[in-house]
């Protein structure tokens, strides 16, 4: 448990027009003919749930998307903003079950689109496993986007597991995001080779199935990635893992987030090295929970969505 404990790494827009400025490129999809949607829920009068059957991933998968307030069917040139979740439980709907997204994103000109990620996906193509880059970078748009609207222009985020998905993508797949955000996100898997993957066994997963020797990493890792993210709009958030404004009284120190904030400082030296800007919010006590997340997401809001 104190293993757990000290590794877990939690679960990393109104008119419809777009607007005038410099639209980023189109995803790289290349169409899987099998992919589909076989289901559509509506959750709520703003809120989507489909399941896309997924032969990247090998399984159905669940993404949900939120409209915007003046969205109409037909309507058309929509900003998207991808939500990623972090690891271990829950799953996409983290961001969705307390309603705090949806009251922060409904007034914003843009889709939100919340996709699963699984429990231990870490965002990639696994060398021997589901193919998660694929799906959300592929299917998802290729799916997704034209049933709702969705223009040339994207910004992502994510907590966690997701933070480091956020970055990963927008460096990895240039002209896509024109905004990316990591909240408490794992921002330098190479800080500490053998904890992570002493924290990926306890949790069922071998990291030469996911991202191969550790040599092979930082084709993954933000703060390797940090020099491919020139003209991202990025912010980084970030507490020290001591109890603070958001906790409920004195507890002890939050190895997990502490571990994070060490991570999010090399991810920020390595981008100031590159020439690359990076908006941090490293806000002092805070733990690696919710409370902290939702405050971040609202502050980078602006800086996603402008």
Same mark, same amino acid.
């Given at each position: 448990?104190?293993?757990?404990?000290?590794?877990?790494?939690?679960?990393?827009?109104?008119?419809?027009?777009?607007?005038?400025?410099?639209?980023?490129?189109?995803? /790289?999809?290349?169409?899987?003919?099998?992919?589909?949607?076989?289901?559509?829920?509506?959750?709520?009068?703003?809120?989507?749930?489909?399941?896309?059957?997924?032969?990247?991933?090998?399984?159905?998968?669940?993404?949900?998307?939120?409209?915007?307030?003046?969205?109409?069917?037909?309507?058309?040139?929509?900003?998207?903003?991808?939500?990623?979740?972090?690891?271990?439980?829950?799953?996409?709907?983290?961001?969705?079950?307390?309603?705090?997204?949806?009251?922060?994103?409904?007034?914003?000109?843009?889709?939100?689109?919340?996709?699963?990620?699984?429990?231990?996906?870490?965002?990639?193509?696994?060398?021997?496993? @589901?193919?998660?880059?694929?799906? $959300?970078?592929?299917?998802? @748009? $290729?799916?997704?986007?034209?049933?709702?609207?969705?223009?040339?222009?994207?910004?992502?985020?994510?907590?966690?597991?997701?933070?480091?998905?956020?970055?990963?993508?927008?460096?990895?797949?240039?002209?896509?995001?024109?905004?990316?955000?990591?909240?408490?996100?794992?921002?330098?898997?190479?800080?500490?080779?053998?904890?992570?993957?002493?924290?990926?066994?306890?949790?069922?997963?071998?990291?030469?199935?996911?991202?191969?020797? /550790?040599?092979?990493?930082?084709?993954?890792?933000?703060?390797?990635?940090?020099?491919?993210?020139?003209?991202?709009?990025?912010?980084?958030?970030?507490?020290?893992?001591?109890?603070?404004?958001?906790?409920?009284?004195?507890?002890?120190?939050?190895?997990?987030?502490?571990?994070?904030?060490?991570?999010?400082?090399?991810?920020?030296?390595?981008?100031?090295?590159?020439?690359?800007?990076?908006?941090?919010?490293?806000?002092?006590?805070?733990? $690696?929970?919710?409370?902290?997340?939702?405050?971040?997401?609202?502050?980078?809001?602006?800086?996603?969505?402008?």
């Amino acid at each position: 448990m104190k293993k757990i404990l000290l590794w877990l790494v939690l679960v990393v827009m109104a008119t419809g027009c777009q607007s005038a400025a410099e639209p980023a490129a189109p995803p /790289p999809v290349r169409p899987t003919a099998s992919a589909a949607i076989v289901s559509r829920e509506a959750v709520d009068g703003r809120t989507d749930k489909l399941v896309i059957d997924s032969p990247a991933t090998g399984g159905r998968r669940s993404v949900w998307v939120l409209k915007p307030a003046a969205w109409k069917p037909g309507s058309t040139g929509w900003r998207a903003l991808y939500l990623l979740h972090g690891c271990c439980a829950g799953g996409g709907w983290d961001w969705l079950r307390t309603g705090e997204v949806a009251r922060l994103t409904a007034g914003l000109d843009a889709v939100v689109i919340v996709p699963e990620g699984g429990s231990m996906g870490w965002y990639a193509d696994w060398r021997d496993g @589901p193919a998660w880059e694929t799906f $959300h970078l592929t299917e998802v @748009p $290729h799916l997704v986007e034209p049933r709702y609207g969705v223009g040339t222009r994207r910004a992502i985020a994510g907590f966690s597991m997701g933070g480091l998905g956020a970055f990963v993508y927008a460096a990895r797949h240039p002209g896509v995001f024109e905004a990316a955000a990591s909240f408490s996100g794992v921002l330098d898997t190479r800080d500490d080779v053998s904890g992570y993957r002493a924290f990926m066994a306890d949790n069922g997963v071998d990291t030469e199935d996911l991202w191969g020797d /550790p040599d092979a990493w930082a084709e993954h890792n933000p703060a390797d990635l940090a020099g491919r993210l020139k003209g991202v709009r990025l912010y980084a958030a970030a507490g020290d893992g001591e109890p603070g404004p958001l906790d409920h009284g004195d507890g002890p120190l939050d190895r997990t987030e502490a571990s994070i904030m060490r991570q999010n400082l090399n991810f920020a030296g390595a981008a100031e090295k590159a020439g690359v800007k990076v908006t941090t919010d490293f806000y002092g006590n805070g733990t $690696h929970t919710w409370p902290y997340w939702i405050r971040s997401f609202e502050r980078a809001l602006p800086l996603l969505l402008p």
